[in-house]
């Protein structure tokens, strides 16, 4: 029963990582590897950009030109790392297909050449085990990413409104005047002896805008309680 069990969870497991795999149409491989000296050295990188275009996928290495947009959105494409295990004896080399968090989904089988020379023995090692990749049965499955992109943009947009919502319009011996440019409200900080402390009135609630390691925060009473809200104030 044991066995029966291992068995169908070794299924099911494959079948889900096989079907993340097909969500990806593009592929991005690295011109250098961790392990070389110079871009493309033994011709590894361009040998698998050249299989995984014959499988059907939109390959690039880093070095080439990139279509336009290509990098503004990192998780509609697969990444290709290369991970060596070889000796005195033997060139070994196998790849990971990563997922833009990291995730492995699928990892070649190790390539293996005795040859002495390194470039064919690499050359020889990489296209054994990329041929492996064979065994991912990959099908591009259609997969659109637009919406998932359309949201990340809308999301880096709104982090910069509020990184930049609250500027400083005026600075004199006593104050800041801070600016909110998104609904026009005015805070005057009042300086203090010290410069991580403003007395300020907000909101008709009087307080103090006090920085935290780098963050800044208008502390004041709440009932009989002390609260506190973040501010992004751009001094």
Same mark, same amino acid.
């Given at each position: 029963?044991?066995?029966?069990? &291992? =068995? %169908?969870?070794?299924?099911?497991?494959? /079948?889900?990582?096989?079907?993340? &795999?097909?969500? !990806?149409?593009?592929?991005?491989?690295?011109?250098?590897?961790?392990?070389?000296?110079?871009?493309? /050295?033994?011709?590894?990188?361009?040998?698998?950009?050249? !299989? %995984?275009?014959? #499988?059907?996928?939109?390959?690039? %290495?880093?070095?080439?030109? *990139?279509?336009?947009?290509?990098?503004?959105?990192?998780? @509609? #494409? &697969?990444?290709? @790392?290369?991970?060596?295990?070889?000796?005195?004896?033997?060139?070994?080399?196998?790849?990971?297909?990563?997922?833009?968090?990291?995730?492995? *989904?699928?990892?070649?089988?190790?390539?293996?050449?005795?040859?002495?020379?390194?470039?064919?023995? !690499?050359? =020889?090692?990489?296209?054994?085990?990329? #041929?492996?990749?064979?065994?991912?049965? !990959?099908?591009?499955?259609?997969?659109?990413?637009?919406?998932?992109?359309?949201?990340?943009? &809308?999301?880096?947009?709104?982090?910069?409104?509020?990184?930049?919502?609250?500027?400083?319009?005026?600075?004199?011996? *006593?104050?800041? #005047?801070?600016?909110?440019? =998104?609904?026009?409200?005015?805070?005057?900080?009042?300086?203090?002896?010290?410069?991580?402390?403003? %007395?300020?009135?907000?909101?008709?609630?009087?307080?103090?805008?006090?920085?935290?390691?780098?963050?800044?925060?208008?502390?004041?009473?709440?009932?009989?309680?002390?609260?506190?809200?973040?501010?992004?104030?751009?001094?």
């Amino acid at each position: 029963m044991k066995k029966i069990v &291992l =068995l %169908l969870l070794t299924v099911i497991s494959f /079948q889900g990582f096989a079907q993340s &795999l097909n969500d !990806y149409k593009t592929v991005l491989i690295p011109a250098k590897f961790s392990f070389q000296k110079e871009e493309n /050295q033994y011709r590894i990188n361009a040998t698998v950009k050249m !299989y %995984l275009k014959q #499988k059907g996928f939109d390959a690039y %290495l880093s070095s080439d030109k *990139l279509p336009e947009g290509f990098m503004e959105y990192n998780c @509609n #494409k &697969l990444y290709v @790392n290369a991970i060596t295990e070889g000796n005195m004896f033997s060139t070994r080399i196998k790849f990971e297909f990563k997922d833009c968090k990291g995730n492995v *989904l699928f990892t070649t089988d190790l390539g293996e050449s005795r040859e002495k020379e390194y470039a064919t023995a !690499y050359n =020889l090692a990489t296209i054994e085990a990329i #041929k492996t990749f064979d065994k991912a049965n !990959y099908k591009y499955n259609g997969r659109d990413f637009d919406e998932e992109i359309i949201q990340a943009k &809308l999301k880096e947009m709104n982090r910069e409104v509020v990184t930049e919502t609250k500027v400083v319009t005026e600075k004199t011996e *006593l104050f800041y #005047k801070v600016t909110d440019k =998104l609904s026009g409200e005015n805070m005057i900080l009042y300086k203090t002896s010290n410069p991580s402390v403003f %007395l300020t009135t907000f909101k008709n609630r009087s307080g103090m805008v006090v920085r935290k390691d780098t963050t800044w925060f208008f502390e004041f009473i709440d009932g009989e309680k002390v609260s506190a809200e973040k501010i992004d104030v751009n001094f």
